[in-house]
C-alpha cells in the first residue's frame, strides 16, 4: 500500500461499517502497527441512531484482526463544534452540511489529536478519496470509485491533518471493498451503507429539527403571493424540496409537482413552484464565502480577469459542472457555471476541482440567474 511505512502506528477510525474494516483489514496486511478507535458523537439513545450496534460491530472486527480497540466520547465536542452550527444554520434559513465540520472539526480534529496520544503518527478513514504529493504538501484527489467520492465532506480539512492522513480505500471500487470483506469474514461484509448524520438516522427529519427548533406555522405562496398550503416552519425546508409539501387540489394549477424555490424566515414563508424544470429552481451562478483551500491559498488565476476555469459541486454526489471563478480567495468568490444547475441552496457548500484535485470549497451564500430574473432578491443571502 502506498505511503505506508513497515511497523508506522496507524490509528484506525472504525466506525463498525464496512469500508473502515477494510481500511484497518489493508493497513494490518501492509505491515503497520494498526490500532482501532471507535468515537461516540450522539448520547441520545432514542431507538434511531445505531451508535450501540456500530460499536459491537467494531468490537467483532477488531477480534478477526487481532488489534487493539479503543473508545473515545466527543459528544460534547462535537454538539459545541459542529451540531450547534446546525441549528444556526436552520435557523437562519439555511441548509448546512455537518459532514464537513464532522470531518474538520471531529474526526481530523479531536479524534487525530487523541490518535496521537494513542502514538499514532496517523489517522486513516474509510473515506473514498486519495491524497498525492504536491508543491504545497498535501493535495486531495478524487479517488478511483468516482461514485463513491467523498472529497466534497473532506475539502475543509487542512493541510496539517491532511498530511496525517491516511485513505487505503483510495484504489479500490466499493464492490471491491464487500469482497475483501467476505474473503476475510468481517462480520460488517454485508452490512448496509449509512445514510446521514448519526443524530438524525432514518427518523423524519421535520420532526427531530421540531425538537430543537419549535415550530412556527405559516404561508406557502406561489412567486407571485397567491397562499397555496401551509407550512410548520420555513426552516425546516430547503430549496428543491418536494416531498411533504402536503400541497394538492389548487384551483387552476396544473398536475404537476410542487417544489420549494426559496424561504423567507423573517416572514415565515416558504416559496413553492411547479414542475422541477420551473426556471427559478435553476441558477447559473452563486456567490459563496468562508473558503477554504486545501492548498493553504488561493490559486493565482482566481484574481485575474478571465478567472479560474474549473470545475464545482454544489452537493455530494452530483456530477462536476463546468464554471469560472472569480474573487479574492479568501472572502467572497463567484462562480458563473456554463450550464444552469438546479437547487443552489444557500448555507451549503460548493467545492471547486481541477481535474482530479480538490482545489476547495466555499459556504454558498447567494444564488444568481433565476433569482435575479424573477426580481427578487435571496431571504438566506446572510
Not at 103 to 124: P, S, W
Not at 240 to 249: D, E, N, P, T
Not at 268 to 291: F, I, K
Request: hydrophobic letters at 40%.
Amino acid at each position: 500500500m502506498r505511503e505506508v511505512a513497515t511497523a508506522e502506528k496507524i490509528v484506525v477510525a472504525l466506525s463498525g461499517g464496512v469500508d473502515s474494516s477494510v481500511a484497518a483489514l489493508l493497513l494490518k496486511q501492509a505491515g503497520a502497527d494498526v490500532a482501532a478507535l471507535h468515537m461516540t458523537n450522539w448520547d441520545d439513545d432514542d431507538g434511531y441512531c445505531s451508535a450501540a450496534e456500530d460499536l459491537n460491530d467494531a468490537r467483532a472486527v477488531c477480534q478477526i484482526l487481532d488489534i487493539p480497540l479503543h473508545h473515545a466520547n466527543f459528544t460534547v465536542e462535537y454538539r459545541e463544534q459542529v451540531f450547534q452550527q446546525f441549528l444556526d444554520d436552520y435557523a437562519a434559513g439555511r441548509t448546512p452540511n455537518p459532514d464537513v465540520l464532522c470531518n474538520r472539526e471531529i474526526k481530523f480534529g479531536v479524534m487525530l489529536d487523541h490518535a496521537r496520544r494513542l502514538g499514532a503518527t496517523a489517522l486513516a478513514t474509510g473515506h473514498y478519496a486519495d491524497r498525492v504529493r504536491s508543491e504545497s504538501g498535501v493535495a486531495l484527489a478524487i479517488p478511483r470509485d468516482r461514485h463513491k467520492d467523498q472529497t466534497y465532506f473532506l475539502h475543509a480539512v487542512d493541510q496539517a491533518a491532511l498530511a496525517a492522513a491516511r485513505f487505503p480505500l483510495a484504489n479500490l471500487a466499493k464492490s471491491e471493498v464487500r469482497k475483501l470483506a467476505a474473503r476475510h469474514g468481517l462480520p460488517t461484509r454485508d452490512k448496509k451503507d449509512s445514510t446521514g448524520i448519526c443524530f438524525i438516522g432514518e427518523r423524519p427529519f421535520q420532526a427531530f429539527l421540531e425538537t430543537y427548533l419549535p415550530a412556527q406555522p405559516g404561508h406557502m405562496q406561489t412567486l407571485d403571493g397567491r397562499t397555496v398550503g401551509e407550512h410548520r416552519g420555513a426552516a425546516y425546508y430547503t430549496i428543491g424540496q418536494r416531498k411533504g409539501l402536503g400541497i394538492g387540489g389548487v384551483a387552476g394549477a396544473s398536475n404537476a409537482p410542487w417544489y420549494v424555490a426559496d424561504r423567507d424566515v423573517a416572514s415565515n414563508v416558504v416559496y413553492v413552484v411547479q414542475g422541477e424544470d420551473h426556471p427559478h429552481l435553476w441558477s447559473m451562478g452563486l456567490d459563496a464565502d468562508a473558503w477554504h483551500w486545501v492548498s493553504g491559498s488561493a490559486p493565482a488565476a482566481l484574481s485575474t480577469a478571465d478567472g479560474l476555469r474549473c470545475e464545482a459541486r454544489i452537493r455530494h454526489g452530483q456530477a462536476p459542472a463546468a464554471c469560472t471563478a472569480r474573487g479574492q480567495g479568501d472572502s467572497t468568490v463567484t462562480v458563473t457555471f456554463d450550464e444552469p444547475q438546479w437547487a443552489v441552496a444557500p448555507g451549503q457548500y460548493v467545492v471547486l476541482y481541477l481535474d482530479t484535485i480538490c482545489l476547495g470549497g466555499g459556504t454558498i451564500r447567494e444564488r444568481a440567474g433565476a433569482l435575479a430574473a424573477t426580481g427578487r432578491t435571496s431571504s438566506v443571502a446572510g
